[in-house]
Each structure stands twice: as C-alpha cells, then as structure tokens.
C-alpha cells in the first residue's frame, strides 16, 4: 500500500539520498580508510567557525531581499495579465516566460555584460558625466547577485500570483463597487488579501532556491557576495571534502525545512494548488 | 468561456515546469562523458581520465600511426579533483593525466604502478627537474609533460608601482583591481611565500597568519577569477590591473592583443605547475599505455603543445620545433629557469586538506 509510485519515488529519489547524506556528515574523510571511520570532527570544525553560519545568514538577506523585491514587480505583472489582458493573456503569459527558456547562464552573463565596464550601465553614466572613468557598476557585489536574481525569477512569482487572481470570484469586486467601494479601496480589501496565498507561494518560489543559489554569485557576486551555495559546492568539487559539504547541506536544509513548516503554517499550500 | 481559465492553469503549470527545467539545467556541472565501446571490452583499447582539450590527435600522431585501428577512450574532468574522484571511485582506465599537487594522493592510495622509462625511447629529452618531482619511493610513478608558470600579471599603464613581489599585492594602491585565482592551495603557497614561510612546512602560528593575511586582502579584491578567459577579458577591460597565479597562457595572449602588461618575476620567485601522465594499477592495456605515453612526449607532439597552448613542454628537445617569440617571452632556453622557479610539490592528504581547508574558511569569512 505504502509503496505507490509517488512515494516510491519520494524513497528513492528524496529520502535515501538525504540518509546517505547525513550519515556521510559523520565520516572522517572523503576516502579510504578514513570514509569507514565516524567522528564528530566535522562538526566541531563547522560551529566552531562562525563564519560559516554567518554566511548562511547573509546567503538568508541576500534571499530575503530577492523575494522581497521580485514581488513589487511580478505583482502588476500578474494583475494587468489576469484582469486586463483579456483574449491576449495566453500569448503575453507565453511573451513572459520566453526568455526562461534561453539557458539560464546566458541570461545571467547577459547581466554581467549589462553591469560591466564597457556595459550599457556604465556607457550610459560617463556620458551623462554621472561617473567619471569607465568601471564595473554594481558588478562584483551582494547587490548585482540580487539584481541578477531578481530578473529571472520575475516570471515564476507572476504565475503563481496570476494563478491566485484568476481564481478570484469576479462578483465579489462587482458587490464591493455595488456597495460604493472605490476601485482601490477594493483592490487593498478584496483582491489583495485574496491574491496573498499566490503572493506568499511566489515568495517562497524564490526564497528557498536562492538560499542555495552558487552559480549567479560564482559570476557577478565577487569577493563579498559569495553564497553559501559556493561554500558547498567547494567543499564538494573542489576540496573533497564531503563530510564538511554535507554538513553544510544538511544545516541549510534544516533551515530551509523549518521555513517551509512556517509557510505551510501561514500560507497553506493548499490553497495554492488550487484545491 | 468556461474551459480558459482551466487552460490557462494548464498553461501556467507547463510553462512554469518549463522554467524549472530550464533553471535546472543551466548551472548543471560539466560533467565528464565516456562512450564506452565494445572495444573496450576487447582489452584493445586505451582508456583515458583527461583534461578536456588535451584529446588533439596532434598530441598522440606517433601512437595513431602505430595503432591506426585504436581511437582512445577519453573521460573529461575540469579540475583535479574531479579526476581523483573518477579514479578513486574504480572507474576502469589506463592513463591518468593529473597535477603535482594531487601526485601524492594517487600513489598513497595505490591507485597507479610505477612506470618503467626504460619502455618509452623518447624518455632522456624529459627535464630531470621535473622528472625527480614524479618520484616516490625510489621509483618513477608519473611521466611530466606540460608544465607553466603561476606569477602576477599587471597592466603597466594602470598601475605607477610595478609589483616587485608577491607581498605587493597587498599594496593599498591595487586595492580594488585586484583578482586572485579561486584556488585554495594556490593562494596558500604564494602567500606563504610573501611572508617568508616554506609553504609545505607551516607551524600553527603560520597557518594562522596566511589566513588572515588573505582575509585582509579580501576587501582589496575585485573577485576570484576562475578560468583564463575570464582573467584575459578582465585584464584586456582594465577592470583588474593586478592578476594573481595568472599562466603562461594569460600572459601570452594578453601580449598578443597588443595591451600593455607585464609577467614579473616575484623576488620570492614564481611558482610553477607540473602535470603528468600516470599509469592505472590496474591497467589491462600496458603495452598500449606505453605506446601512448612514447607518443605524448615526442618532441613534435610536445612542441605543438608549446605552440597551441602556450604551456612548457617536459620534454626539452621540443624547444627546437617551438615559436622562437614563446621560448623568449618566458626565457625557456635559459637552463637554469627550472631552478628559480618553485615548483608546486605533491601534497599530502593532510596538506591538501589544511590549504582547502583554509581557504574555505577565507572565502566565508565577512
């Protein structure tokens, strides 16, 4: 009974990997002899560091911030498709989400061309005289990882905000303006709150990934914008050392699976999926 | 009307799907890719775990005439450490190709044989020197064939102080054009180097003082450049006036595009890296290996290396076929160039995991 294909795929998909995970936290190495010993070396090593966490605290702001502000711009996004597009929706929904279907790298290299110091950025500052000689803007720092992010996840907080807008019973704002409700003071009381289950699932679209994110920093964040992601991912390509980057990994998930309690707790995901 | 909102959902949902996969995809590893054939079963077949690049039939022509009917097997890595872990995980092959610093690891964990030079007649062109660094116990375990330097790059026109040392590139007037090479046992060593420590012999109190000298450095940085053509467009934008552990290669290309750099000589001296082909324990294909291996470091295979990629070849009869232009901007023909240049050395599992481990601690640090 239990064995469904769902959960089968959930074992061994999800599951074991994350076992193999944790037990590997506790090994002494990444190889023999030392992969069949168990210490707690790893451990002591990574909470006696706080740099670690404090980068995991910084990889949270610098997510938070990129929620955060693909929001105030997917939301008009998602309003203007569902209640003013009309018969065009299908195609600007499809206009939206086009250039996610170039490969993500080149859309974030893309950036690094826009923010750099031959960019349209800069050529545009010398020559209103705004900057003097020609030099990366923003590039190379924590803010042109949340400019870069923030571009390419626009379209997945407009879906699921579009999606909570388009359920949106169309009589209720119709019985708001028959009882003189102004067309904003309907927006702020009937379509706003409606429209926050959709809201909430874009946020968390966006945050949890972005917790993880290594490549756009690897590109555009420099020294200073570094994510957690690439101390993870050194551990694993670079240093080999497994132990440490499962650790690592296991510490974001925990963070990441209490984050979702939470927004289960406040968003209810099944509101989300259309139930 | 009924069915377009229902439409619309199914849209958002495959387009939304979409996104995933196309987000998924993107930042994927390169991964290596084999194609075993049927061949390889045959026991007629060489396999290979190598640098991506270094495939070219031009490397191997005396092997192709010798075996016309045996194309190698090549499984790619990117770093070092990828291929350490393809071969420690018993993947099947004969050839190895990795750098001195994983060297150690390979034959503590008994991963290759010794090679018997006396089978391989273009051997006596090898640069001793690079030989004696793929010694262990008495015996030859890797056959050194490209090497090149690791030094600091510079724009002269950028900068009023030429950097003399590795110590300067904490000179405050770099501060913001600067890019290290995100490559722990890199930065470990060379800023072993400018405080006057030997790199491969630290005490605590050292260890900690190269750490949070690097972490000093970090606010001076403009990032960590991670492959040559990244570090060749900064330096040809002007962004990075000052390059650390840049190549032969950087260099050279730089001087080609005509911009006004400089390759120092660090009074510590420059660094330098050596990789080399090492043969499987478990090797089934010897004499094939060995027919390879004689094939890589001809003179002509090796000169084309020079001229390709800009790299030293081991073998010194290669200096003959190379451009004359290359063999005077790294001054390859002065004898005693191997002897100022200090020379990445085999780690041990322990020194290798103190650098990256260290350098891990420096790229979290605020």
Redesign the interface.
């Known amino acids: 009974m239990l064995m469904t294909p769902p959960t089968l795929w959930l074992v061994v998909l999800f599951i074991l990997p994350l076992i193999l995970m944790a037990v590997f936290s506790f090994r002494a ?1 990444s ?2 002899p030392e992969r069949d010993q168990f210490t707690l070396d790893t451990y002591r ?1 990574y909470f006696s ?1 706080p ?2 966490l ?2 995991l605290g ?1 990889s949270g702001w610098i997510a938070l911030q990129t929620s955060a502000l693909s929001i105030p711009f997917a939301y008009p996004l998602a309003y203007f498709l569902a209640f003013r597009a009309g018969p065009m ?2 195609t600007l ?2 206009v939206l ?1 086009v250039p ?7 859309r974030i290299l893309a950036w690094k061309i826009i923010l ?3 960019g349209a950025l800069a050529t545009f500052l010398l020559s209103t005289g705004l900057m003097q000689e ?3 803007v923003l590039l ?1 720092s924590p803010t042109a990882v949340i400019v870069t992010l923030v571009y ?1 996840w626009i ?2 907080v407009t ?1 699921p905000i ?2 909570a807008l ?2 949106i019973d169309k009589r209720l704002l119709e019985a708001a303006a028959d009882l003189g409700c102004a067309p904003w003071e309907a927006f702020l009381r009937v379509t706003l709150p409606l429209s926050l289950p959709g809201v909430i699932g874009g946020f968390f679209f966006v945050f949890i ?1 972005t917790l993880g994110e ?2 756009t920093p ?1 590109l555009v ?4 914008g ?1 994510m957690y992601g ?2 993870i991912q ?2 694993f ?5 497994w132990p ?1 980057g499962s650790l690592m990994s296991l510490v974001m998930l925990t963070v990441v699976l209490i984050l979702t309690v939470l927004f289960s707790r406040v968003g209810r995901i099944s509101d989300l999926a ?1 139930a | 009307m009924k069915t377009q909102p229902a439409r619309l959902q199914l849209l958002s949902v495959l387009l939304l799907g979409a996104v995933a996969l196309a987000a998924c995809s993107g930042p994927a590893q390169p991964t290596a890719v084999t194609v075993p054939t049927a061949a390889a079963q045959l026991n007629n077949s060489l396999t290979l775990v190598e640098w991506s690049g270094y495939e070219l039939p031009e490397f191997w022509p005396a092997f192709a005439a010798q075996h016309a009917n045996i194309a190698p097997d090549y499984k790619f890595f990117v770093e070092d450490a990828e291929a350490y872990t393809i071969v420690e995980s018993g993947f099947d092959y004969d050839l190895v190709h990795p750098c001195t610093n994983y060297w150690q690891l390979y034959v503590d964990a008994k991963l290759i044989q010794p090679i018997d030079t006396s089978r391989l007649t273009n051997w006596s062109g090898i640069r001793p020197e690079l030989a004696k660094l793929g010694q262990f116990n008495g015996q030859q375990y890797f056959v050194p064939w490209d090497w090149g330097f690791e030094s600091i790059l510079y724009r002269t026109d950028k900068v009023t102080t030429p950097p003399k040392s590795w110590a300067d590139l904490w000179n405050p007037e770099y501060a913001g054009h600067i890019s290290l090479y995100d490559c722990g046992e890199c930065n470990y060593i060379a800023t072993a180097l400018s405080l006057g420590f030997d790199p491969w012999n630290v005490t605590p109190e050292q260890d900690a003082q190269i750490k949070q000298k690097l972490i000093e450095l970090k606010p001076s940085l403009l990032n960590y450049w991670a492959d040559f053509t990244e570090i060749n467009s900064l330096i040809a934008s002007g962004d990075v006036w000052v390059a650390a552990n840049v190549w032969n290669d950087a260099y050279k290309s730089a001087v080609d595009e005509g911009l006004a750099v400089d390759y120092i000589t660090p009074t510590e001296g420059r660094l330098g890296w050596v990789c080399g082909y090492a043969l499987s324990a478990n090797s089934q294909n010897v004499d094939l290996a060995y027919d390879y291996l004689d094939a890589l470091i001809a003179p002509d295979a090796m000169a084309y290396l020079s001229n390709e990629y800009a790299y030293g070849a081991a073998n010194v009869k290669a200096l003959e076929l190379t451009d004359p232009t290359f063999i005077e901007l790294f001054s390859l023909d002065d004898p005693s160039i191997l002897d100022q240049t200090i020379f990445y050395r085999p780690l041990t599992e322990a020194q290798r995991e103190a650098f990256t481990g260290a350098w891990s601690e420096i790229k979290a640090a605020p």
């Open positions: 190495g190889f023999a090593e560091n740099a670690y404090r980068r910084q929706r299908v929904l499809t989400i996610a279907w170039t490969s993500y790298l080149l750099g110091s031959n020609a030099a990366p190379y390419s379209p997945f879906l579009f999606s388009e359920r990934p290594w490549v690897t964040g420099g020294v200073q570094i690439n101390l050194d551990q390509v670079r240093a080999l050392n440490m259309g």
